[in-house]
């Protein structure tokens, strides 16, 4: 993933060009993590050890939590009660769109920001960051204003945005659809919403992360864009795609796990939103002083031109408009 100068350590052509041990560096610096969870909600999370559907539903039925006093855990509740009623109805073994599978689910991951400032917001919505950084040149008003790219889920506040979710109904990690998403569309969304952030707060570019998901069918796959060193910007992924469980037996190892990483993920978009809100720099008041930007923006292809009437093939299509 060297495009638009996002980096990914873990890529195979980087072998040719560092040794183990730089790559293992680059990788490793102030690397993103996956917070632990609380005790109070590791407590409750490792009541269910059961793999019994009937013994399950009785267990989280046995508890209630206040969704004001205690926002994490209604919400794990909620989640977990809707997860065992896919289960139930064997919801996940019948035919589905992308969208449905979003709705159903997925649902617990827009779930867990309801208690929050940031939004998560769906229905194909485009990144006002990759619509800034695609029209950034633009200074001719009767020239039409550049689409941004368009994302399944968009994780904002009411000033800039934090993440996105990439979502496909095929259960093909490895599908031309996956990829492109996983390691091209999702990394360089994460990165103009970067360029935005660190536009309104310059000096915590090291500390700014930027968060992303990417769903096949079953499979869920996490990524964070940084830039450790406040130049190029650096894509990491875990090394392997999670599971939602498909039967009782599986659910409480899966479906916790994905839990963990999404509550997780939801802490550190809040931090990042406080870095930003409480280190904001103001724009200079001097019409003679141009604004530097550290991180080069993304590379957006020119849009192909078609003849009216001609189907489009896949390879004449412009990224944003493909994906």
């Avoid at 509740?77 to 065992?84: F, K, R, T």
């Avoid at 800034?132 to 506040?157: H, M, P, Y």
């Avoid at 809100?277 to 930007?293: D, G, I």
């Amino acid at each position: 993933a060297s495009h638009s100068l996002i980096m990914d350590p873990s890529d195979v052509a980087y072998q040719e060009h560092f040794n183990e041990a730089e790559l293992e560096e680059i990788k490793t610096f102030n690397a993103p993590e996956v917070l632990p969870l609380p005790d109070k909600i590791a407590e409750f999370v490792n009541k269910f050890k059961g793999t019994d559907l009937k013994e399950l539903e009785a267990l989280v039925w046995s508890f209630k939590f206040d969704p004001v006093e205690e926002p994490d855990l209604r919400w794990i509740h909620v989640s977990i009660i809707n997860a065992l009623d896919l289960l139930h109805y064997e919801y996940t073994n019948k035919e589905h769109s992308g969208a449905d599978l979003l709705k159903r689910v997925w649902s617990f991951i827009d779930g867990c920001f309801d208690a929050t400032e940031i939004l998560a917001r769906s229905s194909e919505k485009t990144s006002e960051s990759n619509s800034e950084s695609v029209n950034k040149s633009r200074t001719d008003g009767s020239a039409r204003k550049k689409i941004g790219t368009k994302v399944d889920l968009l994780f904002s506040t009411k000033l800039f945005e934090l993440g996105a979710l990439e979502a496909g109904k095929e259960s093909d990690r490895s599908s031309t659809k996956s990829v492109a998403e996983l390691h091209l569309k999702c990394p360089k969304t994460l990165k103009s919403i970067i360029i935005e952030l660190t536009r309104i707060s310059p000096c915590k570019i090291r500390e700014i992360k930027t968060f992303g998901f990417v769903i096949a069918g079953m499979y869920l796959q996490s990524v964070v864009v940084d830039s450790p060193a406040g130049y190029v910007c650096r894509f990491n992924s875990l090394p392997d795609w999670l599971d939602y469980p498909l039967c009782p037996a599986t659910f409480t190892g899966n479906f916790f796990q994905l839990i963990h990483l999404i509550w997780s993920a939801k802490q550190q978009m809040q931090r990042v939103q406080e870095l930003v809100n409480s280190h904001r720099t103001l724009a200079a008041l001097s019409y003679t002083v141009k604004r530097t930007e550290v991180i080069p923006p993304c590379f957006m292809p020119a849009p192909a031109t078609h003849s009216k009437g001609k189907k489009r093939v896949r390879s004449e299509v412009d990224y944003n408009d493909d994906m």
